[in-house]
């Protein structure tokens, strides 16, 4: 019974590898970052319409503080006048825009957490399609290197290395 499980494992594991070599994964990394390059676009596009919107806010918040003084300066108008009837209209009027202006503010208030929360979440995602690009270069370069040799392996080129080929490049070109 257990060279059976034992063989049945080994069948299994030799079976995962042929589909791994099937699957190309330079293939599969090169899908999952234009998935994330585009996820990360959307987030941006929301991010501007969020900004938009914010503006917009600003813009409401504005016109109704200048409805509200305008409405304060005609009320103070009617009360020296001692007309009640169009006073209560200016105070039922002035209730309403204070009231939309409350609402514009808590309505400002969530546009800045959205914006602050999509502000992070497009961060994490510009760090980890970095870390995924990387990830295909490597891949990348080390299935285009014939000879198996490490990436980057060319890069570590010290500056003594390079100093003393200086020299020599000037010394074998004096001579001749």
């Known amino acids: 019974m257990a060279l059976v ?15 791994d070599r099937i ?12 998935e994330m390059q585009l996820a990360l676009d959307q987030d941006r596009q929301g991010q501007r319409l969020l900004q938009h919107e914010a503006a917009q806010l600003v813009k409401a918040v504005s016109g109704m503080t200048t409805s509200i003084a305008a409405l304060d300066e005609e009320l103070d108008i009617c009360l020296a006048a001692k007309k009640d009837e169009l ?19 808590e309505q400002s208030a969530r546009v800045e957490l959205q914006q602050q929360n999509l502000e992070r979440q497009i961060d994490e995602q510009n760090q980890q399609l970095d870390s995924m690009k990387q990830k295909l270069e490597l891949l990348v370069s080390s299935n285009d290197d014939p000879f198996g040799a490490a990436p980057g392996h060319g890069d570590a080129i010290r500056g003594e290395e390079v100093e003393i080929a200086l020299l020599r490049e000037k010394e074998r070109r004096a001579k001749s």
Request: hydrophobic letters at 45%; proline letters at 2%.
């Open 5 to 19: 499980t034992r063989l049945t494992r080994l069948f299994q594991a030799d079976f995962h590898a042929v589909l």
């Open 23 to 34: 699957e190309e994964p330079d293939l599969q990394l090169r899908q999952a970052v234009r």
């Open 87 to 105: 006073a209560r209209d200016l105070v039922r009027r002035k209730l309403g825009a204070q009231k939309q202006l409350q609402a514009a503010g």
